[in-house]
């Protein structure tokens, strides 16, 4: 059982370059989500899922794009990376709204 | 808007002792709160959770509990262990997702 998988781990981009991680859960929950991690800022959401085929905003979504075509994944893509999206990402899941959440590992971003 | 707010941000205690962490948010019109456990440049680990509903959750040497009419919630760690040494976070979920609070640093020296 591999619960949240995220796809790369680490990764270092260039100002402008695009990207895109892969969250995978194989536990069949409806809800999925993005994090992004600050030092001394918590974690701070970015959009979610509550279903395959639908996404929303979350906290801080400027200069990111998501989509849940499958509903064991949720791709988080920043289509110009800045240096302000340097940050560790994770993904989380839920099989309820407000269900225990299960997370990924995190992906490492560096942005030069 | 809704915060969490954990006190203190770091702790170092010698190893078997009894420590409180504190977790306090501003919304009483909460659904559940979770506790979670992170270890340097992993991800998080749920250590419990509480409805809204109940008043605690056991586990093992881990005692979590609630109190929505003061905002708090207390983790609540028997006879620390150095393999204890994490940052702990604790989330409340609103209407439709999780606010953290920032965690607390904490160290069980052998």
Known sequence: NAGVTQ??????????QSMTLLCAQDMNHEYMYWYRQDPGMGLRLIHYSVGEGTTAKGEVPD??????LKKQNFLLGLESAAPSQTSVYFCASSYERTGELFFGEGSRLTVL | KQEV?????????????NLVLNCSFTD????????????PGKGLTSLLLIQSSQREQT?????????????????????SQPGDSATYLCA????????????TRLKVLA
């Open chain 1, 7 to 16: 796809t790369p781990k680490f990764r270092v981009l260039k100002t402008g």
């Open chain 1, 63 to 68: 200069g990111y794009n998501v989509s849940r």
């Open chain 2, 5 to 17: 707010t954990q006190i203190p941000a770091a702790l170092s205690v010698p190893e078997g002792e």
């Open chain 2, 28 to 39: 009483s019109a909460i659904y559940n709160l979770q506790w979670f456990r992170q270890d």
């Open chain 2, 59 to 79: 586990s093992g040497r881990l005692n979590a509990s609630l109190d929505k009419s003061s905002g708090r919630s207390t983790l609540y760690i028997a006879a």
């Open chain 2, 92 to 103: 409340f979920s609103g209407t439709y997702k999780y606010i953290f609070g920032t965690g």
